[in-house]
């Protein structure tokens, strides 16, 4: 996993030995590039119970610590929800990816994957 911070806010880049990772652990983590290095985790779960303002349901963001400017964030968790995770790592194109968007109070956070899938014949 590879996650930036970016102008448009969390930019979070999966790739088939994250999933791999996620569909046994059900977490995985990473330094964000830029600013201080915050680390960012994230978790796939049953169902998404949290809700903050501005999220889409499936989807939860928590930052440590919250009232502070992104750049003295210490800690990103993000939760989604297994479905969203499903649909996002199984694309229908075997070249494209998937792609998953959700706003939030903190940030807009973006997630795309890839893999490569070798075309059937």
């Not at 102008?7 to 983590?29: A, M, P, Q, T």
């Not at 939860?60 to 990103?76: G, K, L």
Request: aromatic share 10%; with cysteine; proline share 6%.
């Amino acid at each position: 996993m590879r996650a930036e911070i970016c102008s448009c806010g969390l930019l979070i880049h999966l790739v088939e030995n994250d999933k791999k990772e996620l569909e046994k652990k059900s977490s995985i983590e990473c330094k964000l590039q830029g600013w201080k290095k915050p680390k960012l985790t994230l978790y796939i779960v049953d169902e998404v119970t949290k809700r903050g303002p501005l999220e889409n349901p499936g989807f939860h963001i928590d930052v440590t610590p919250r009232a502070v400017s992104p750049e003295h964030r210490e800690q990103y968790d993000i939760y989604l929800s297994k479905e969203h995770f499903q649909t996002l790592t199984n694309p229908e194109s075997w070249l494209e990816g998937g792609y998953y968007i959700s706003r939030s109070l903190y940030d807009r956070v973006e997630f795309i994957y890839l893999e490569i899938k070798k075309p059937k014949s």
